[in-house]
């Protein structure tokens, strides 16, 4: 029979090289490299830039959209006082002269131009 020796080699943990020591006694993190820190910073510098444009659109298009209900309000805040104004007229041609109300329209014009 031949002899064979086995050779067992224990498992050896390989203990990874600590970084420097900071003031406080602790171990500094070895993947906190400051080339590292530069590429986290501009991929934060890009986020930011993106964020920036998506707000500065979200806030375009809130505009518009204020803009446009903005004109709507106006618009039937106009056709409401010519309604009123006409309805006004009516009342008093009830109780009026015909003639005097025109006059009274035509007074009401030159007023409204000589103030604006």
Avoid: C, W
Wanted: no cysteine; aromatic share 2%; charged share 45%.
């Amino acid at each position: 029979m031949s002899t064979e020796v086995a050779t067992a080699t224990a498992p050896v943990a390989i203990v990874p090289a600590q970084g420097m020591r900071a003031s406080n006694g602790t171990n500094r993190n070895p993947h906190s490299d400051p080339r590292q820190a530069m590429v986290h910073m501009k991929k934060r510098l890009e986020e930011r830039k993106f964020m920036a444009t998506v707000k500065a659109k979200e806030k375009e298009m809130k505009d518009e959209k204020e803009a446009e209900r903005q004109r709507r309000i106006t618009a039937l805040k106009e056709k409401r006082a010519v309604k009123e104004e006409k309805a006004r007229y009516e009342k008093l041609a009830e109780t009026m002269h015909k003639k005097r109300v025109e006059r009274l329209k035509r007074k009401e014009k030159r007023n409204k131009m000589l103030k604006s």
